[in-house]
């Protein structure tokens, strides 16, 4: 479960003090899909980088489960726990799309890996591209890929690691409806079968229609569900 509780993220500009998060309180169990919209610059995103651990707040806790601090835990809680969805898929170009997803289990091993662990983390990426309809493509590259299919690399890479949680950035912004259709069922199905917490951060509306809650945020604020 993410537990999100009386977040509060001030900022400085200028003389001024800006409140960019405003107590804000959200759980998302496990399996569930909860769509977080709103207008541009309502602190939709920002609030993602706190449950990230990207973002101190100014107070408040984010947390996963009883005992996992996503605010205070470091790199390695969010290695070890988070998968993250950008909004730009931000794939290195030299790499297949089956070692974008390889690249993530060597985050925090430098040195490398022992021969057993690369040979389950190639049957991990290739099971991970299978399942979101890119077992065909394990070699491709960046250049070879549809923008639908980057997304879905996207999504793959963040799931690699098997997330405790899985944030999602505006995943369908530059995809046509099919497209984006299709990323969101994915993760919609994935989420479900997983048993993960997803919290969806989208301004379309189309896509929302089918997540299990949709929560608006305005100036900071977590209004009322909106279905």
């Known amino acids: 479960m993410l537990n999100l509780n009386q977040i509060t993220l001030d900022i400085q500009d200028g003389n001024l003090t800006r409140r960019l998060l405003d107590h804000v309180s959200l759980t998302v169990d496990p399996g569930e899909v909860v769509g977080l919209t709103g207008p541009s610059g309502s602190g939709k995103s920002t609030l993602l980088a706190v449950a990230a651990g990207l973002q101190k707040p100014t107070s408040g806790t984010a947390t996963l489960g009883d005992s996992i601090d996503l605010i205070n835990g470091g790199a390695r809680t969010r290695r070890e726990h988070v998968g993250i969805v950008f909004q730009q898929p931000n794939l ?10 390889q690249v993530m289990a060597r985050l925090d091993r430098p040195w490398g890996l022992r021969r057993a662990q690369w040979r389950a983390t190639t049957r991990r990426a290739a ?75 989208s301004h379309d509306q189309e896509q929302l229609t089918g997540l299990d809650r949709v929560v608006e945020i305005v100036d900071g604020r977590v209004l009322q569900p909106t279905g």
């Open 92 to 101: 290195l170009p030299s790499l297949t799309a089956q070692e974008q997803l």
């Open 127 to 201: 099971e991970l591209l299978e399942r979101v309809g890119l077992g065909d493509k394990t070699g491709a590259r960046v250049s070879e890929l549809s923008g639908g299919q980057q997304a879905r690399v996207n999504l793959a890479r963040a799931l690699m690691n098997q997330p405790d949680v899985l944030l999602v950035d505006e995943p369908t912004a530059a995809l046509d409806s099919d497209n984006a259709s299709l990323v969101t069922e994915l993760i919609t199905g994935i989420a479900r079968e997983d048993g993960i917490p997803v919290l969806y951060v």
